[in-house]
């Protein structure tokens, strides 16, 4: 079965750092695009950043680029996201997903397009980061 389970959220004050962890299961890491999202209350959920293979360029939205970083270990079946310079309207549940509906071409790149919610089937139950002082 595919699973994913979010960890590593909490409440941090504007500026601090928080590392968040995707455990997944019943699937390859490394064949397969994932990505981060979040949904703050009220709004539509949003693709944070996406990776559509092992060894090639990650897509960010514009708002986190610089601050937060993807990163993936294979071996560990691990996703992270490395979220520093934290500002409040960082605040949301942050979900990590999984496209399970083909193989990502070896040479595939993330982009905007593809870092969407309906592009995701599989998804995580979520862990809340909330940034306040």
């Known amino acids: 079965q595919v699973q994913l389970v979010e960890s590593g959220g909490g409440l941090v004050e504007p500026g601090g750092s928080l590392g968040l962890s995707c455990a997944v299961s019943g699937f390859s890491l490394d064949h397969y695009a994932v990505g981060w999202f979040r949904q703050a209350p009220g709004k539509e959920r949003e693709g944070v950043s996406c990776?559509?293979?092992?060894?090639?360029?990650?897509y960010y939205r514009d708002s986190v680029k610089g601050r937060f970083t993807i990163s993936r270990d294979n071996a560990k079946n691990t996703v992270y996201l490395q979220m520093d310079s934290l500002k409040p309207e960082d605040t949301a549940a942050y979900y990590c997903?999984?496209?399970?509906?083909?193989?990502?071409?070896?040479?595939?790149?993330?982009?905007?397009?593809?870092?969407?919610?309906?592009?995701?089937?599989?998804w995580g139950p979520g862990t809340q980061v909330t940034v306040s002082s």
């Open positions: 990776i559509s293979g092992s060894d090639t360029p990650a």
């Open positions: 997903a999984a496209n399970l509906r083909a193989l990502v071409a070896p040479g595939s790149q993330a982009s905007q397009a593809m870092c969407v919610p309906n592009e995701f089937g599989y």
